[in-house]
């Protein structure tokens, strides 16, 4: 097994179906670990297309679109796609390749500092220095992109890197769903300390993560909201319960108050 | 009530200048404000997945954060029927509805944008989507086009970048092949990333890209105009759009008649594969609407 064999595998771990890329020569590793694999290689004509139909997966289904362009010129054809994708809240995993960093056979020919590049556009911009470390980036690439704020992540894989032989390689790191205290029977709730001011932290982030995930959700959400509030509306949609909990925050200096169900 | 396209002075700030109190559902700061806050303005109360980002034109009273359904559930609990003067406003909304549609069958060609609107409208249904590229056009799309369904309207009112309206579109079309799909884009985003063409078809999708084509970067040309800059530097030639797409295999089409839009895109949605349309769009309704009818409200 060669990194790139690792990566795809991490990619397959996470669920993904199908890669957009334009690719280079410091992807071929990859690209012949993808032939061999499910996962579908759609080819586009420019990175930038790639990268918009990747943020867009994200944008329609919750999880993160993977792109995959090549170093120096690729890389840069993806910022825009990087930044739709952070300003939108997109959910996305963008992948580069880059000369081999253990030797420099070609001395800087189209070296660019993607990484740094891609700091101000992502919500993560990393190079993967090892092939043990795959499971693990791979895994947080996808955790960072998918919570929210949803948003872009970027890993820089050299070409070193991604031929390298693996004799005993790491194991893959399974995601896994995000259980929600949602009230049903079985799921914790909030006790009857009506401060949550102990655990506001967790108690956010995992409810922020929940949403979006389905796909449009919104509709029924407001739709409850609108019929219930009797505020009049010009179509009718049905609409579930939903139980949960959550809390409010006053902006006072009393500090947070909770909404209980 | 509608879609706020502009930041104020839209059909929409009437019931913002009226309104005690705005909740704000899920609205993010990148987006261009679809209100202005400001001193003495209604209250406003934020509900997202997380905090409200404060700016100088959106600082929130109160925020609830955390999953948004559960959340409108719980608020749902605590209004239900408690809301007195839920309809106060509903004359406003069927004045903004009657000023949207005026001018929607009109049969002037080039055709308004209104009227381009209303024919998508017609031959989209409820689950189909529209991709807009970024230009004039999404305006007119985000204030005239109305959705039932969540992301059947995507529109890129974050970045704003040009380009985007094919390849979003040939994604929706991969993830929905059953649906109809169309993007909408100008002549000049088109262009930046029409290449994309050979992929849509080389892939079998179901997809039609409508053009709007003015030979000029519309939005600015108009923004150019509404400045009082005298008009230069923004208009462009456009490649024979009926022979590009037959160039790359595509089926392209060219609207000739005002009433001719609605039955061709009928025909190349039934048709099936990629199909290209381009349009004349007579943008002189921008100035006369946003701008000068905007001055007005809606009901006096």
């Not at chain 1, 947080?140 to 890197?161: K, M, T, Y």
């Not at chain 2, 929130?60 to 309809?87: C, F, I, T, W, Y």
């Not at chain 2, 790359?248 to 839009?261: F, I, M, P, S, T």
């Amino acid at each position: 097994m060669k990194g790139s064999d690792l990566l795809v595998a991490a990619l397959e771990n996470e669920g993904v179906e199908r890669i957009f890329c334009v690719p280079g020569e410091e992807n071929l590793d990859v690209v012949e670990s993808l032939r061999r694999l499910r996962i579908q290689l759609v080819l586009t004509r420019h990175e930038q297309s790639a990268a918009f139909m990747a943020a867009t997966y994200g944008r329609l289904t919750g999880r993160a679109g993977v792109c995959i362009s090549t170093l120096g010129p690729g890389a840069l054809n993806l910022v825009t796609g990087a930044a739709y994708a952070d300003l939108g809240a997109m959910p996305m995993v963008m992948i580069t390749g880059q000369k081999a960093i253990m030797t420099s056979r070609q001395a800087r020919f189209q070296i660019v500092d993607v990484v740094a590049t891609m700091k101000p556009l992502t919500k993560s911009s990393r190079q993967i220095v090892s092939t043990a470390s795959i499971p693990t980036l791979v895994r947080d690439a996808f955790r960072v992109a998918q919570e929210e704020r949803l948003g872009p992540v970027h890993l820089e894989l050299p070409e070193d890197v991604a031929g390298e032989e693996i004799n005993d390689p790491p194991p893959l790191v399974p995601p896994h769903p995000i259980d929600l205290p949602d009230g049903a029977p079985g799921c914790p709730r909030p006790s009857g300390n009506d401060d949550p001011r102990g655990r506001t932290a967790p108690l956010c982030s995992g409810l922020a993560r929940a949403g979006r995930a389905s796909q449009r959700p919104s509709r029924v959400s407001c739709a409850v909201w609108v019929s219930r509030s009797s505020i009049p509306k010009w179509a009718s949609a049905p609409w579930q319960a939903a139980r949960s909990f959550t809390w409010a925050r006053q902006l006072s200096p009393s500090g947070i108050t909770c909404i209980r169900p | 009530m509608g879609t706020a396209a502009l930041s104020e002075r839209d059909y929409v700030h009437q019931a913002v200048d009226q309104a005690d109190l705005i909740v704000a559902i899920g609205h993010d700061t990148v987006e261009k404000p679809p209100f202005l806050m400001g001193p003495g303005g209604p209250q406003v109360i934020h509900v997202g997945y997380t905090p409200a980002t404060v700016e100088q034109v959106f600082f929130p009273h109160a925020e609830v954060v955390g999953d948004v359904g559960p959340s409108l559930a719980l608020l749902a609990d605590r209004l239900e029927s408690r809301v007195k003067a839920a309809s106060a406003l509903l004359p406003l909304r069927e004045g903004i509805l009657r000023q949207i549609m005026d001018r929607a069958a009109e049969d002037r060609f080039p055709p308004t944008p209104q009227r381009i609107v209303h024919d998508v409208r017609q031959v989209i249904p409820e689950d189909g989507i529209v991709a807009l590229d970024n230009g004039m056009y999404k305006i007119w799309f985000a204030r005239n086009y109305r959705t039932r369904v969540a992301n059947t309207l995507l529109l890129d009112n974050a970045l704003g970048t040009m380009g985007a309206g094919l390849p979003s579109a040939m994604m929706a079309s991969i993830l929905y092949p059953g649906q109809r799909v169309l993007a909408v884009c100008g002549d000049g985003g088109f262009m930046m990333n029409s290449q994309e063409l050979e992929t849509a078809v080389r892939l079998s999708l179901n997809l039609l890209v409508l053009i709007l084509e003015d030979q000029a970067y519309g939005m600015i040309r108009w923004k150019q105009a509404v400045d009082k800059f005298p008009d230069w530097g923004l208009t462009f030639g456009n490649p024979d759009f009926v022979k590009y797409a037959a160039a790359y295999r595509a089926r392209g089409w060219r609207v000739e008649k005002a009433d001719g839009l609605a039955p061709t895109l009928e025909a190349a949605f039934k048709a099936g594969g990629v199909h290209l349309i381009t349009v004349p769009v007579d943008y002189s309704e921008n100035i006369r609407v946003l701008v000068d009818e905007l001055r007005k409200p809606v009901l006096a």
